[in-house]
């Protein structure tokens, strides 16, 4: 069953679980921040849901409480960032502060980070470039999932993109995997005992695998050395793009690990932990090239013509950014949804640290 | 049908009709470069098959001989640039020239430029970079063609999107519309008489056109306020990623019409002598984040693992790039293939330029 929170009392929760582990009041602020904000844009899988992988990442040494990121190569416009394994949340947010404070005094910044952990979701990085004026961009390499067109195996990671432009009402956000969808988009169907409704994941290179109760097969998905993986965008097929989606992952690969010399997807195996996933953060201060002011207002009645275009009957064009801004409001509301599953793994590790969920959650 | 050509007579003889239509020297070496490069890499849509456009906007007007690109706007790392409606090969060429010299002094330069032409593959720019031992990133806006997501009118260009980045045997080099398939694959289709094998083309947002025959509706392509459009990468529906294409091509709106304060693909009409594409050229130095030739080295080996994958029975895995490097050197040897079409089109203007075209042919 899945039922309504109040954001600002589960942050609270979240504040107390993540100061219990040990980090400090302000960077349990942030990952508080980072996972609500999450939720209430609508993006379940990467909000809360993730605390239970993470409380494994802490208890097992592979996200470290004590880390500090550090810049270990700059140049006005550039950095690299060695994360020393802190949790990802708290990398990502140093890291695109530094893109943009770089963008502020020179016009760009561009900073490529390794040994960090998982981040959520590249969005919430490109949006901070974007809350201060900027253009943002983030992404992020990931453990093996996705096939190269015509291999058997996959090799890179779901290596999402995301990129933020100021505009109003909201900022336009644009946040994807490069696979067809996330491995996170495969959990919530087969929790929900739905049948994948497209070419999501593919056996031996190129054959579907659609049933939910295909355990054999799904499971194999988090094996990166197994004949079944993820679908680029584009699918398996050069007739659709599949070499497109592929290269969009190339392209994540070269400004997160290859850049940052860091560990490549393929490097990254969940039980070592002496490697983690790289990231890359970007920030373009737009009145480089003209009045921001104009330029924004420009860019938002562009999206406002696309919205108002002539639409298939029933269906509505949204352009990206939208859906989320709606998710926020609703939830600001009405409150952030959580299903039971992930509600009782909250408990427990509020319960193991002493932190009475109970208070937060009525 | 098609026959194969001498590179280097190819090139002698498209340099002497740009001549004649009163290019310099210098400019005509330059178109005829980016031409041949595009034909012997395979890439037939965008060589010497774009002469005859090219022909007719010189003829119209709307690629004006005498104009010189002009930096409108600049700091260290960035660059307005006005092509006042020059040939969009030139007005590249020295986009990316002027991003290439703010890279090797500030680490990066991002240009954007208005007021252009039709450029041929944003490759061709985006390895001007990697050819610098830099990272290169260029694409250009154009007519509407692209259905977004649940729209049933076209409005964003195919937007492609060039990615280079240096490696060995040869570079990495991705180019791809942001559109399932550019225009001129449908054309090629047509021409060879063959049925689309996909979802390229979709009547009232998704109802597919695949037959060649089909006339009045392929026709409409052409017709920016019609019922027919090119489909994103990803299809029509979000479930197979139709919005990740979508987005991307905004991506490319914004580096291109909206930063440069140009003419948004919409505001593009074929026949308005007042309007033109815009582009970007964006030039990055690996060497700010470590050592150039060790990057190099590593990604290539990563390039190699790649290639060397298991890959489905009978296929090849391939990386970007090395497709377009095959063609070259078989292109080299054995000459650019040309159709008759095609070669009727180039012996035309060059009749009417007193160009002796048999000289080279043959």
């Known amino acids: ?162 990129f933020a432009m100021p505009a109003n009402p909201h900022n336009f956000i644009l946040d994807f995997a490069t696979t067809t969808v996330p491995q996170g988009k495969i959990e919530v169907y087969r929790k929900l005992e739905k049948d994948l409704p497209a070419l999501w994941v593919a056996k031996n290179g190129d054959q579907p695998v659609n049933d939910h109760n295909d355990t054999t097969n799904l499971d194999l998905l988090r094996d990166p050395k197994s004949n079944v993986g993820l679908t680029p965008l584009g699918g398996v097929s050069e007739f659709t793009g599949s070499h497109k989606g592929f290269g969009l992952g190339m392209m994540v690969e070269i400004f997160t690990s290859i850049l940052s010399q860091g560990d490549i997807s393929h490097e990254i195996e969940a039980d070592n932990l002496a490697v983690g996933p790289c990231q890359s953060f970007i920030a373009i201060d737009p009145s480089m090239f003209g009045d921001r002011e104009q330029i924004i207002k420009r860019f938002s009645a562009y999206l406002e013509d696309i919205r108002n275009l002539p639409a298939i009957p029933g269906k509505t064009i949204y352009v990206h950014g939208d859906k989320e801004a709606l998710n926020y409001e609703d939830a600001k509301q009405n409150g952030i949804k959580i299903d039971d599953a992930t509600l009782a793994e909250i408990k427990a590790i509020a319960n193991r640290l002493n932190v009475d969920a109970d208070k937060y959650l009525n």
Chains 1, 2 share one sequence.
């Not at 109040?6 to 302000?26: A, C, R």
């Open 1 to 162: 069953m899945i039922k309504k929170y109040d954001s600002t009392k589960l942050h609270q929760l979240v504040l107390e679980i993540y100061q219990k582990y040990g980090f400090s009041k302000t960077d349990s602020e942030k990952i508080a921040h980072t996972l609500i904000y999450t939720d209430m844009h609508g993006i379940q899988s990467h909000g809360v849901q993730r605390m239970i992988m993470y409380d494994n990442f802490i208890q097992s040494g592979k996200v470290r409480i004590d880390s500090k990121p550090e810049i270990i190569k700059e140049t006005p416009v550039s950095a690299v960032i060695d994360a020393h394994f802190g949790l990802g949340q708290l990398n990502g947010i140093y890291s695109m502060d530094v893109a943009i404070k770089k963008a502020k005094n020179a016009g760009v910044g561009i900073v490529t980070t390794k040994k960090s952990g998982h981040y959520g979701i590249a969005g919430f990085y490109a949006n901070m470039a974007a809350e201060q004026g900027l253009i943002g961009i983030s992404s992020t390499n990931s453990r093996p999932a996705m096939l190269p067109t015509h291999a058997t195996q996959s090799f890179l990671g779901t290596n999402p993109i995301g």
